[in-house]
């Protein structure tokens, strides 16, 4: 695991930018995992910045996010997929039909879960997976006590997710009890896995994942077990370590 940590969150979003587009530029079509919340936002549109500028092309990645709330309508401006159409396909010139999500919308959620398993397959696999972490040490939405080698499924969210994701909705009893989410068993099986984190808030959920035991506890620590991961951190998420 390689840790960088930088001086302020703007310098983590350059940082993982440049990460980002060294792996662009070497494979155009790359296949990109995107997170969502507000850890990766600085990242996506710093790439877009490039892509306008003209020293970047996003226009051929094929994207996968790592999750979706369950009974939210697609276009619902809360929804992981309208989400992702705002800050990446947008802004990186993809037609949304390249940003795939999982569906949590359908009535057989357990076969909306294969198929997202499937996909991803189908693609060949994700190249470079961005993940933010939660308070917690959440990836995805893998809650403390998720199986290490779980794969996509339907999961509950935790009341400390809940209410940390409750400004993303007019009212918090909105906030979907349950979530479509790749497992951390589908997150190891990128080839590159790049997570940021920025503030204060991180700093005991970064320590438990980079230096804590591997454990279901902190389910980021299981990127431990991979062997191409970078963590670009600020100094206030680094404070614990
Ligand atoms: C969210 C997402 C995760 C994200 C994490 C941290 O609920 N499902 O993919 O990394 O929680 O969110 P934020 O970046 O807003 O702190």
């Known amino acids: 695991m390689e840790v960088i940590v930088l001086p302020t969150a703007a310098d983590v979003d350059v940082r993982a930018a440049d990460l980002v ?3 662009v530029v070497h494979r155009p079509d790359t296949v990109l995992g995107v997170a969502t919340g507000s ?22 990645l094929l994207c996968f996010a790592l999750d979706e709330y369950v009974g939210l309508p ?7 997929a309208e989400v992702l159409g705002r800050e990446v396909a947008g802004p990186f010139g993809l037609p949304p039909s390249r940003v795939r ?39 995805g939405f893998n809650e403390p006590t998720s199986s290490l080698s779980s794969r996509t499924r339907v999961k509950a969210l935790s009341a400390r997710t809940r209410a940390d994701n409750a400004r993303f909705f007019d009212d918090p009893a909105d906030v979907p009890s349950h979530c479509v989410t790749q497992g951390l068993g589908t997150i190891l099986e ?18 438990a994942a980079v230096e804590g035991p591997v454990a279901a506890m902190c389910p980021a620590s299981v990127l431990q077990l991979h062997r191409s991961v970078t963590v670009v951190m600020d100094e206030a998420a680094a404070g614990d370590l």
């Not at 697609?74 to 992981?80: E, G, I, K, T, W």
């Not at 949590?104 to 294969?114: F, H, T, V, Y």
């Not at 997202?116 to 060949?124: D, L, N, R, S, T």
């Open 74 to 80: 697609a276009s619902d401006p809360a929804a992981y």
């Open 39 to 60: 850890s990766p936002l600085g990242t996506y549109r710093e790439l877009a910045r490039r892509q306008t500028e003209g020293s970047l092309d996003l226009s051929k």
């Open 101 to 139: 999500v999982p569906d949590g919308s359908r009535r057989d959620l357990e076969q909306a879960c294969r198929d997202y398993e499937e996909a991803i397959g189908a693609a060949g696999g994700i190249d470079l997976q961005l993940l933010g972490i939660g308070a917690n040490g959440h990836i």
């Open 190 to 207: 990128a080839r590159q896995v790049l997570l940021v984190a920025q503030g204060k808030r991180k700093a005991a959920a970064v320590a």
């Open 21 to 23: 587009a060294e792996q």
